[in-house]
């Protein structure tokens, strides 16, 4: 089953996107470079809880 998880920037702390991903056997937090709207660049944004 995919779960729904959030990505927030590691800069400003906004949380901007959503993805679905599988959460089985797991162990690090998804990190992908996105668009941020509040710091106008692009961004590491990473998995939140």
Same mark, same amino acid.
């Given at each position: 089953? &995919? /779960?729904k998880? #959030? *990505?927030a920037?590691?800069?400003c702390g906004s949380r901007n996107?959503?993805?679905a991903g599988s959460k089985e056997n797991q162990t690090e937090? *998804?990190?992908l470079k /996105?668009?941020?709207n509040n710091c106008n660049?692009? #961004?590491v944004h &990473?998995?939140?809880k």
């Open positions: 089953m &995919r /779960k998880i #959030t *990505l920037c590691v800069d996107y959503t993805t937090r *998804l990190e /996105k668009f941020c660049a692009h #961004t &990473r998995e939140t």
